[in-house]
């Protein structure tokens, strides 16, 4: 195996965090700023890309840092490594109110791709790689535009997503179709697309948005069901309302504002 394998305990309910035991010279690799807390015999290290050794050095070092800015990810990672005798201990938290999926790569062909934020932490050896939408309807419509991120590995992911979670395994030929927000993370079997809201009545009154993403079996999805940019809308709408900036519900910004949701299917 390449990636280390790392043990792990949730806590929490809808703001958790995730405990990682780490054997010595175990380490794992996590977003920037993710860190709650450590034992003190772990040693942190910002590093570029996702500290998965590659034969091209330096060049593979920068290009994978490049791809994680493309993705929407930050610049540099953190590395963490028990430099103890004994396990040691240290902890991330998610960056909003929701649930963290821990994935075993392993029980699914080694291969996973997610919405971009999706990320939060991995056992070393977990290399992050951007994901591209080929159907241009899926990049235009699908919410997470033209670039999604694929995770390939042996061992221990953990995505942070929004609200409550369900993982659906998808038969093949079976279909579900989802707000395009919803969608967390899907393995590389499942077919995605985007269709339009049929009838015009359903597309306007309807509050969905004009499309809706379809995924197709057979395969895994996970869903969520608050995406951070829907609450983000949400609480943008009420500082407005409270701040003087808009006149209430009906009026001119609020309708305008309400067009562009319809658009982009918030």
């Known amino acids: 195996m390449r990636a280390h394998e790392v043990d792990y305990k949730l806590f929490g309910d809808d703001l958790q965090f995730v405990e990682i035991e780490l054997d010595p010279k175990e380490s794992v690799i996590a977003e920037a700023g993710a860190m709650m807390y450590m034992d003190a015999p772990i040693t942190m290290d910002a590093i570029f890309g996702d500290g998965v050794e590659r034969s091209d050095g330096l060049m593979g070092k920068l290009m994978g840092a ?3 800015i493309i993705t929407g990810e930050s610049l540099f990672m953190t ?3 028990n430099e103890g005798s004994g396990k040691q ?15 075993d790569l392993m029980d699914y062909n080694g291969r ?6 999706a990320f939060l932490c991995s056992a070393k050896g977990i290399s992050m790689d951007i994901a591209f939408q080929k159907r241009i309807g899926v990049g235009f419509f699908g919410g997470e535009g033209f670039i999604m991120e694929k995770l390939e590995g042996d061992g221990l992911a953990f995505l942070n997503a929004g609200g409550t979670i369900i993982q659906r ?23 995605y697309n985007i269709e339009m809201v049929k009838g015009i009545k359903s597309a306007v009154f309807g509050g969905e948005g004009l499309f809706l993403a379809t995924l197709r079996g057979p395969g895994h999805v996970w869903l969520q069901s608050l995406p951070f940019s829907r609450m983000a809308d949400r609480i943008l709408s009420n500082a ?15 309708l305008l504002g309400g067009l562009g949701n319809l658009l982009d299917g918030k």
């Open 112 to 117: 996973l791709v997610c919405q971009k934020d």
């Open 66 to 68: 490049g791809k994680r």
């Open 169 to 191: 395994e998808l038969a093949p030929g079976e279909v579900i179709k989802i707000d395009t927000g919803c969608l967390v993370a899907l393995t590389d079997r499942v077919d």
């Open 79 to 81: 590395q963490f490594t």
């Open 240 to 254: 407005r309302a409270h701040g003087g900036k808009s006149t209430g519900e009906g009026s001119a910004l609020d």
């Open 89 to 103: 201990r240290v902890a991330f938290a998610a960056p909003y109110p929701g649930k963290i999926i821990p994935i």
